[in-house]
């Protein structure tokens, strides 16, 4: 997470320095600039520190003032992918969780290798209706969000298709202790469980199990999943994280590489999934 977040910051750090050189360029104090743009003196000074994120209409007016109206494009792009990057899960759900799902679809579908890692929940694309009902509405009560948890649902299978439609692939690392987690009731989790026992059939499948008492080089981590090699979504207690820069997407697969390294496959890994069912009795 703080790798992730530090990124976003200095992100946003980088729109803010570009906005203090075009100022300086244009030989302006930012209290010049701000009465140049009919705001506050303080404003100019707390876009310049990146204390506020500039919003598209500043970004034209400080261009406009500083006589740069050709950086508005670059900077107004690079102002919405910093503040795309971290974004709250409240702020996210305000209206419910479907729309959520039905925005990401269109990343589904143009992805066309999925590698997921999954230490606290089983993965996405895989759950079944019941096991998401539980989620969801455990996500909706903690978070206080509008409850649409059955249109959510539906929009989750939906998105789903992908594991069954086109030519994706799907890579998934789970945590061992991911069979375990409770987060629907017992019959609910057991059709979840046997729902990865034949999702990992699938040709176009490879579900590893990393056991809990397995010799690890990477230690566990915060979930993500990763969209080919362009993007990394990276899922905290409070809010998504995306990783575009190239570096760190870098760093996440690699992470997922040596993560592979201590999981289990096949006849092995059906193993503990069957353990898991066993125990719910």
């Known amino acids: ?3 992730s977040l530090s990124s976003a910051q200095a992100a946003r750090a980088a729109v803010a320095m570009r906005l203090q050189s075009l100022m300086k360029d244009a030989g302006l104090s930012g209290h010049e600039l701000a009465v140049r743009c009919g705001w506050h003196k303080s404003k100019s000074s707390r876009i310049a520190r990146g204390v506020t994120p500039p919003s598209d209409a500043d970004i034209r007016a400080w261009c ?7 950086q508005v494009p670059d900077l ?8 795309g990057m971290y974004v709250e899960w409240r702020q996210l759900h305000k209206d419910g969780m479907r729309r959520v799902h039905e925005r990401n679809v269109p990343l589904y579908q143009r992805t066309r ?8 929940l089983v993965p996405g694309m895989t759950q079944t209706a019941g096991y998401a009902t539980g989620l969801l509405t455990s996500i909706t009560e903690f978070q206080g969000t509008p409850n649409d948890v059955p249109e959510a ?8 298709r992908v594991l069954y439609e086109g030519h994706h692939r799907f890579a998934l690392l789970l945590e061992e202790d991911v069979l375990h987690h409770r987060v629907c009731q017992d019959d609910a989790m057991r059709a979840q469980l046997r729902h990865l026992l034949t999702v990992m059939r699938r040709p176009n499948v490879s579900l590893g199990i990393i056991p809990r008492r397995a010799r690890r080089s990477v230690w566990p981590l915060e979930a993500f999943y990763a969209f080919d090699s362009a993007q990394v979504a990276v899922e905290t207690l409070t809010a998504e994280i995306n990783v575009t820069a190239p570096s760190e997407v ?9 993560l592979s390294k201590s999981a289990v496959y096949g006849d092995a890994a059906r193993s503990l999934i069957q353990e898991a069912v066993d125990a719910l009795g």
Request: glycine share 2%; proline share 0%.
């Open 1 to 3: 997470m703080s790798s």
């Open 64 to 70: 406009a003032a500083c006589g740069a109206e050709d």
């Open 76 to 83: 107004i792009a690079a102002a919405r992918n910093a503040e």
């Open 113 to 120: 290798l999925f590698r997921v890692y999954a230490s606290n």
């Open 153 to 160: 649902v539906q929009a989750r299978l939906s998105r789903s």
């Open 250 to 258: 870098h760093t996440y697969l690699r992470a997922f590489a040596e």
